[in-house]
C-alpha cells in the first residue's frame, strides 16, 4: 500500500475571508418558508478553459 500526501497552498487573506465568512454558517438554514418544501437549485456551467482538442477530422 501507499500514502499520497497533497498540500494545497493559498493566499492566507482569501484563507481568512473563506473562514469569516463560513464561520457563522448554518447549514440547517434553507431559504423556503416552508421547511417541508423541496427546495430548486439550478446551476449554470461555464468552460473557462479549453487545454486541448482531441478529433480524427482535419479541417
Known sequence: ???IEI???CNPDAKRLYDDLISRYNKL???VINVSEPL???IKLKLSQLIEVVS???F
Open 29 to 31: 438554514v434553507r431559504p
Open 7 to 9: 498540500g494545497v497552498n
Open 40 to 42: 430548486t437549485v439550478h
Open 1 to 3: 500500500y501507499s500514502i
Open 56 to 58: 480524427p477530422f482535419t
